[in-house]
C-alpha cells in the first residue's frame, strides 16, 4: 500500500509561484509513475502533469506547459510540482496520484490517491 499526502498549497496572487509536494509512503514508491491532477469548482477533475518511475519522461496538459514542471526525488519519496505566471484558472484542489494502471492522462486509472491541496490564485 502507499500513501500519498499533498502539501504547499495556498493563496497567491496572480504571476506568483508554489511549489506542491507529494509526500509518499510505502517502499515501492520509486516503481510508480506518478502524476498531478486538479478538480476546480463545478469542473471535472483534468490531468495536470506526469512523470515516469526514474524521473526521465515528463507530461503536462497543454494548459500548463512552460509554467509548471514536474519531478520527483525517489530518495526522499517525494513528488513535487513547480508552479509559476500563476493564472486565477489554476485555482483548484490539487491532487497527486500514483501508479496508472494504463493512460497517465486517465485519473481512473490511477490506484492512489492523496487528499488535495488548495491553491487559489487571486487577480
Known amino acids: 500500500q502507499v500513501q500519498l499526502v499533498e502539501s504547499g498549497g495556498g493563496l497567491v496572487q496572480t504571476g506568483g509561484s508554489l511549489r506542491l509536494s507529494c509526500a509518499a509512503s510505502?517502499?515501492?514508491?520509486?516503481?510508480?509513475?506518478m502524476a498531478w491532477f486538479r478538480q476546480a469548482p463545478g469542473k471535472e477533475r483534468e490531468f495536470v502533469a506526469a512523470?515516469?518511475?526514474?524521473?526521465?519522461?515528463?507530461f503536462y496538459a497543454d494548459s500548463v506547459k512552460g509554467r509548471f514542471t514536474i519531478s520527483r526525488d525517489n530518495a526522499k519519496n517525494t513528488v513535487y510540482l513547480q508552479m509559476n505566471s500563476l493564472k486565477p484558472e489554476d485555482t483548484a484542489v490539487y491532487y497527486c496520484?500514483?501508479?496508472?494502471?494504463?493512460?497517465?492522462?486517465?485519473?481512473?486509472?490511477?490506484?492512489?490517491w492523496g487528499q488535495g491541496t488548495q491553491v487559489t490564485v487571486s487577480s
Open positions: 510505502g517502499r515501492t514508491f520509486s516503481r510508480y509513475a
Open positions: 512523470i515516469r518511475w526514474s524521473g526521465g519522461s515528463t
Open positions: 496520484a500514483g501508479d496508472p494502471s494504463g493512460s497517465y492522462y486517465v485519473d481512473t486509472l490511477y490506484n492512489y
